[in-house]
């Protein structure tokens, strides 16, 4: 290996976690207005829940680029968010806002994060069955089933009770802004159950970037090994959507900034960097837009867009090539 | 399995049309038999002001919608494009929103008409990109432009955010026709007019969907043809979409549905087409305006749930095939 | 041993590989040639379990390929396919490293890097080992891809139609470098190939498929005849000796 590589990715690393705790620490500092208490309970659950999701998105797109053996993608396509939406509104519309108020939001949650495990599951095997390698097919499908639960659930809204609605509106429609703290613990414990799943399999995902089959000739077990990554994926996005809403291209752009600096694309060493480059992107976006330029609630769209645009110099120098 | 003939297929979606369009028309009540034998009364003021447009409306939609799709599908050479898959949906909204931010006093034909710029450039983006793809990648052509589609829609959304006019954006979010009223819907008429023409360039559309290098080796314009296709779809969209709001997947279902029948002669099917996509869209008026009556379920909402099994129906069944 | 037992698969309504029964035993060059869709690849396929058969079995070294967990097999059988497309930007030498995964599963030795060099330098890309897949020529990434094949160093080593693409010269460079891994003890390399001429002159054995089933095995000499190439490809030519050596020439 040539002499450079190996102290680059170094640097990089110690840069990248560098500019992350910097950032978290800036967040708690910066304009600090008030008694200390207030504002380390305060800010200190908006940090978590901030670092929770980029730690969740981050791992979760760069696992799905993987499997998917595409850098176009991200597992928000696949209509997670969509499915969590419908379950919200089933359950509210099945159980009216009372009842769906009484469960606790984190055994909820929790039992939601299951069922979409499942279902992601059962539609990874459908797709997979057959040597049916096609993944555009799932992805697309994916998306589909989340136009379709979306479609549903908007049909569910406008049938259901409107003081239903209401309490749905207060669950359902999580942000950057809105985030419930019960959750913040639960999620930070998922990501970590992922984390502890996914790490002795790194070596084996690297060699997956070589395409399914000449990962079979070298002895991975491929189809397991996509259904529990894949099964990992969903759990991290249901998290993340859970804490603040849909997030479409963040994950994109996190992803391939970590690949355009790692470019061998080891897992050991991208992941840390595309967790470090979310975390200084959303605490330092958020502080950005809130205390510098006063647009406080814009995270999620203004990220969305940025993403996007990345999304799109992508596709454009991919095809150069 | 004996493919129907030409005219019996048509001719089952015509009356099919007919009676779709005296539902609608009847659907609601709310006047007497004798005002409408004698067109007079409240009963003939429901049908003058509103039924009537709005059948008009769902009929002028679905068919503009779908032609919109079969020729997207051309120029793209994929089965799966159509308006709300390629992005040019989302960017006739934002060129909507533009007009409402930049010229808010203007009237609808120039929201139209920015629409229709707007998603005239969204589309030929879209093109753009797809021409980058590596080659048999068929399903992630619609996957580009549906993301392609949100970047468009978070573009939007940011821009609504930043000056305020986040309600107005919910407006034209899902199609509804139930705001359909005389005076306000006439702007869908191009449509018939557009739909005449790509009637009369038919042939030329369909050499255009075997490649450039068919088309150029026959001596067609190839670029100008582009063009023109995506200014009929753009059009198309643009009117839909500042009339009645985004209808989904319509351009996507009744052509590959025709084709199967009829195969991709351009001349031959666009009339199914048209009247297809017209039965398609009234038909879930009709459902949407029966199943929770007297509440309504938008078109768009409908749309999302049929056409999302529908496309997932045919990315299944066609899997087999190299599409 | 390679053993082949009755093996059947479908797509469709076509019997692609229709009972296909074979025993490939260690050591040398083993050719596989037939008409396009005889069902050569599939049967490659199949062989390296990246295919499941409709019925039948493939046995190597005594291990069912469907039931022996992966890092088993890998160690005793690679398989090359036909396009040599990798996502990632990868160097000559990252490639060539995946080669060891089913012996070090990641974590990388001493011996292996030592391997992987052997590896590359047999190939003739020691020049050019740090330089990027997408910066080399067809030919030179084909190398590579042999060059991994080499360093998961499998008793038994499939090639499906190496040469696509290739000029004369190096097709022939890769037919010679197959030949020297087959000479070596222990080793055995099977490729599916399309020109006859190279099969008749690399190969100690050709096995002809033709509609999903063996038509013909054995020597080169008995093989490559005016039958192979009447009734399998359906072709008039002649077929003559020069140096000991079969050549196939075609009537135009």
């Given amino acids: 290996m040539p002499p450079d590589r190996p102290r680059s990715a170094r640097l990089v690393l110690v840069a990248v976690t560098s500019l992350a705790i910097l950032s978290a620490v800036a967040f708690m500092t910066l304009d600090a207005k008030g008694p200390w208490s207030f504002i380390l309970t305060h800010r200190g659950i908006r940090l978590a829940a901030l670092i929770t999701v980029a730690y969740a998105i981050a791992v979760s797109t760069v696992l799905f680029q993987t499997l998917t053996g595409n850098r176009i993608l991200t597992p928000a396509v696949m209509g997670f968010d969509a499915l969590f939406l419908l379950l919200q509104t089933s359950l509210v519309a099945a159980l009216g806002g009372a009842g769906a108020g009484a469960i606790d939001p984190r055994l909820l949650f929790s039992v939601e994060c299951l069922a979409m495990v499942g279902l992601s599951g059962l539609l990874f095997r459908l797709l997979f069955r057959g040597e049916g390698r096609n993944l555009p097919l799932v992805v697309l499908s994916g998306l589909l089933f989340g136009a379709l639960f979306r479609s549903l659930s908007s049909f569910l809204q406008r049938v259901m009770d409107p003081n239903d609605f209401l309490v749905l509106q207060g669950r359902a429609f999580a942000s950057f802004n809105v985030v419930d703290p019960s959750l913040i613990g639960v999620a930070a414990l998922l990501a970590i159950a992922a984390t502890i799943i996914v790490l002795p399999r790194l070596a084996e995902l690297d060699v997956l970037v070589l395409g399914r089959d000449r990962a079979t000739g070298l002895g991975v077990d491929t189809a397991r090994l996509s259904a529990i990554v894949f099964a990992v994926v969903a759990v991290l996005v249901s998290a993340s959507t859970a804490l603040v809403g849909p997030t479409t291209f963040f994950g994109l752009l996190v992803a391939n900034l970590a690949y355009l600096l790692i470019p061998s694309a080891q897992h050991a060493k991208v992941l840390p960097v595309a967790i470090g480059l979310a975390i200084v992107t959303l605490v330092g976006g958020q502080m950005l837009l809130e205390r510098v330029l006063g647009f406080g609630t814009a995270l999620s769209i203004v990220i969305d867009f940025v993403g996007g645009v990345t999304f799109l110099l992508i596709l454009f120098r991919s095809g150069r090539r | 399995m004996t493919v129907p003939p030409r005219p019996l297929l048509l001719g089952t979606l015509l009356i099919a049309t007919a009676l779709l369009a005296a539902a609608s028309l009847l659907i609601g009540g709310g006047y007497a038999w004798s005002d409408v034998l004698t067109l007079e009364g409240d009963g003939a003021l429901i049908l003058a002001a509103s039924r009537v447009p709005r059948t008009l409306a769902l009929l002028l939609s679905g068919a503009g919608l779908a032609v919109s799709g079969i020729l997207m599908q051309m120029i793209a050479r994929n089965r799966f494009v159509e308006p709300s898959t390629a992005g040019t949906v989302e960017s006739a909204s934002l060129g909507i929103l533009l007009t409402l931010l930049l010229m808010p006093g203007a009237p609808v034909v120039v929201r139209m008409l920015v629409a229709a710029l707007v998603a005239l450039a969204g589309s030929a983006l879209f093109l753009m990109l797809i021409a980058r793809l590596p080659l048999g990648s068929v399903l992630m052509v619609p996957l580009v432009g549906i993301m392609l589609g949100g970047i468009f829609d978070a573009a939007t959304s940011f821009l609504a955010y930043r000056f305020d006019l986040l309600q107005s954006l919910g407006a034209f979010g899902s199609g509804d026709f139930s705001i359909v009223l005389r005076g306000r819907y006439e702007f869908l008429w191009i449509i018939a007019g557009l739909v005449a023409v790509a009637y009369a360039t038919a042939t030329r559309f369909t050499i255009l969907g075997m490649g450039e290098a068919v088309a150029v080796g026959v001596g067609l314009d190839y670029r100008r043809l582009v063009v023109f296709g995506l200014i009929i779809v753009s059009v198309v969209t643009a009117a839909v979409v500042v009339t009645v709001g985004a209808v989904p997947f319509v351009g996507l279902i009744v052509p590959n549905v025709v084709s199967l029948f009829l195969g991709d002669d351009l001349r031959r099917s666009l009339p199914v087409v048209a009247t297809g996509g017209a039965v398609l869209v009234l038909a879930s008026d009709v459902v949407g305006r029966i199943v929770i009556a007297p509440y309504e379920i938008p078109v768009g909402t409908i749309m999302g749930v049929v056409g999302s099994l529908g496309f997932l129906t045919l990315i299944f069944w066609r899997r087999g095939h190299a599409a | ?252």
Wanted: aromatic share 4%; net charge neutral; with cysteine.
């Fill in chain 3, 1 to 252: 041993m390679i053993e082949i037992d009755k093996v059947c698969k479908r797509y469709g309504d076509t019997l692609v590989v229709d009972t296909v029964s074979l025993a490939i035993p260690r050591g040398g060059v083993v050719g596989i040639v037939g008409p396009n869709g005889a069902g050569k690849s599939t049967l490659l396929s199949i062989i390296s379990r990246l295919m499941k058969s409709d019925s039948g079995r493939v046995l190597v070294d005594g291990l069912d390929v469907m039931k022996t967990p992966g890092r088993e097999l890998a160690r005793r059988l690679s398989v090359m396919r036909q396009e040599n497309h990798v996502a990632a930007r990868l160097t000559i030498r990252d490639l060539v490293a995946f080669g060891r995964f089913p012996h070090n599963r990641g974590r990388p030795n001493r011996d292996d890097q030592e391997r992987v060099a052997a590896a590359i330098a047999f190939v003739g890309l020691d020049a050019m080992a740090d330089r990027f897949l997408d910066q080399l020529s067809g030919g030179q990434r084909q190398r590579a891809f042999v060059a991994m094949a080499l360093a998961q160093d499998a008793d038994y080593a499939l090639f499906d139609e190496p040469l696509n693409n290739l000029d004369i010269h190096h097709a022939v460079s890769m037919m010679r470098l197959f030949r020297r891994m087959g000479d070596q003890p222990g080793k055995t390399v099977v490729i599916v190939l399309h020109d006859l001429n190279i099969a008749a002159t690399y190969a100690d054995r050709i096995i002809v498929m033709q509609n999903g089933r063996v038509v013909g095995d054995g020597a080169p000499s008995e093989v490559i005849n005016g039958h192979l190439l009447s009734e399998v490809f359906r072709v008039e030519g002649d077929v003559i000796e020069i140096d000991g050596r079969r050549v196939v020439s075609v009537a135009p």
